[in-house]
């Protein structure tokens, strides 16, 4: 796949890059190992304000940021918006929380025969990451300021259609302050990931992408014996009962079926729906999806832009033909309109039958799948019945059932009456086929760290944990 931008509003293609020769490749990888070697030296205070310089430029730099992601990916100017206002948040939140997640914590000296016993986190060294391109600033950030507030240096490998965007952020961290080298982005096609990750400087690796990437990744880290975190893949359940408010399901679905032009790893992607309730909800919802807007994505009107890749709308579009023919029923939708850009209609498809692809298969495009049940019980089969277990969504004003889906749904994270999403402080990451580790959150920041168990005997200075120098 070239290294380019290509508009996918219009399919023209606005500017290439040559791929990095391996001489550039291993001259970077050096960078990163030697800025590894300053930047773990350097105190929190310092990181911290470095984080939070790069928060001021993306704060004060939105709209043009947001400008460039529409133009390679396609997302609404509006959620490009949101987008570079929720990387900011987390640069503050990590800058703010880091020295509270990196503290020593106590153990009982006592039990263990010691004089002194604590755990510390430490740094491991350079860390790639292999990033995708629908939340191409989003997914990149939820790795890179906890780890660089750790002390990691980080080489990105970004997906090859938003080649702007990645250099937008080794060039964001370097003007923020951090040293030369501590953020890289690598111009390189997936062929060179094998390179990079088997390079003993290379330490660890986080992917966020498809079952395939995420296998490929962990066969070379297991060879290398290298830690690995994977998010892939998701085919989200949203569940409704019959207590559910059904007019906010409906508006809420419509957003979670279609945010980010349905090409979110956590949308909800599979709506399962009680038998009581069902009819009413389908119109509720068929409804509200044909009301939403396709077209030029920096047009403030647009709700829906096109999708990132002609590839893309094709493999959706060829997913609800194989339903229709299969018998299933569309609602809405399911036709590609005539005229330039890779845009698809929202679509609503119901009588779906497990012999159709829609059934198994992760859709990565606006169109949603309508499941009707019977019981509570049958609601969870169908919603575990799947390989993924990243996000879920449960509907329902019983008590008694929200307690019962927040333990069994087999996902990651599970909404109740609301819509999956990410947020810095909560732990984010999935089950099964979704992958492993976690983003985000206290546990995102140590998954790249040494968790270093510290004993100490007799004749120890009395100095308590914690009096390290950051």
Not at 172 to 183: D, K, S, T, V, W
Not at 187 to 208: F, M
Not at 324 to 333: F, M, N, Q, S
Not at 442 to 465: D, P, Y
Request: contains cysteine.
């Amino acid at each position: 796949m070239p290294i380019a931008t290509t508009n996918p509003a219009t399919g023209q293609v606005l500017k290439s890059y040559d791929p990095m020769s391996a001489e550039q490749i291993d001259a970077a990888i050096e960078r990163a190992d030697l800025a590894y070697r300053q930047l773990r030296g350097t105190t929190i205070p310092q990181r911290e304000r470095w984080l939070t310089a790069a928060a001021d430029l993306l704060e004060a730099e939105r709209d043009e940021t947001a400008r460039l992601m529409t133009t390679e990916m396609g997302k609404t100017y509006a959620a490009a918006k949101a987008e570079v206002t929720k990387c900011a948040t987390a640069c503050r939140f990590y800058a703010a929380k880091a020295a509270e997640f990196l503290a020593d914590e106590p153990a009982d000296a006592t039990a263990v025969k010691a004089t002194r016993a604590f755990v510390r986190y430490q740094p491991i060294g350079p860390v790639l990451a292999v990033m995708p391109w629908n939340f191409p600033l989003w997914q990149v950030m939820r790795f890179a300021a906890p780890a660089l507030m750790a002390g990691n240096t980080g080489l990105l490998k970004h997906a090859s259609n938003v080649p702007q965007t990645a250099l937008l952020l080794e060039d964001l961290f370097r003007r923020a302050g951090f040293p030369e080298g501590a953020f890289t982005t690598l111009l390189v096609g997936s062929a060179e990931v094998d390179r990079v990750l088997s390079d003993p400087r290379v330490r660890a690796a986080t992917l966020t992408g498809s079952e395939g990437a995420g296998r490929s990744i962990a066969q070379i880290a297991g060879r290398e014996l290298k830690k690995t975190v994977l998010e892939l893949g998701g085919s989200d359940p949203f569940v409704v009962m019959p207590s559910a408010d059904l007019d906010r399901a409906a508006e809420v679905a419509t957003t979670a079926r279609c945010q980010n032009n349905g090409q979110s790893c956590i949308a909800a992607k599979r709506f399962i729906v009680h038998a009581d309730v069902f009819d009413a909800f389908a119109e509720k919802f068929a409804a509200h999806m044909s009301a939403l807007r396709v077209g030029d994505p920096m047009d403030p009107d647009t709700d829906v832009g096109p999708l990132a890749s002609e590839g893309g709308r094709d493999e959706i579009h060829a997913q609800v033909r194989d339903a229709v023919d299969r018998g299933a029923t569309v609602l809405c939708g399911g036709e590609p309109p005539a005229g330039p850009g890779w845009f698809y209609p929202p679509t609503v498809v119901t009588d779906l039958r497990p012999e159709m692809r829609m059934w198994s298969e992760e859709v990565f495009g606006p169109v949603a799948g309508l499941y009707r049940v019977s019981s509570y019980d049958e609601a969870i089969e169908v919603a575990n019945g799947t390989s993924f277990g990243l996000g879920s969504n449960a509907w329902t004003r019983d008590p008694e059932e929200q307690e019962r889906f927040a333990t069994d749904l087999d996902a990651g994270n599970v909404f109740v009456n609301g819509m999956t999403t990410s947020y810095p402080e909560l732990p984010f990451g999935g089950v099964k086929n979704s992958g492993y580790g976690r983003e985000l959150s206290a546990l995102g920041m140590r998954e790249f760290c040494n968790t270093k168990t510290v004993w100490v005997g007799e004749g120890a200075a009395t100095a308590g944990a914690g009096a390290h120098a950051e």
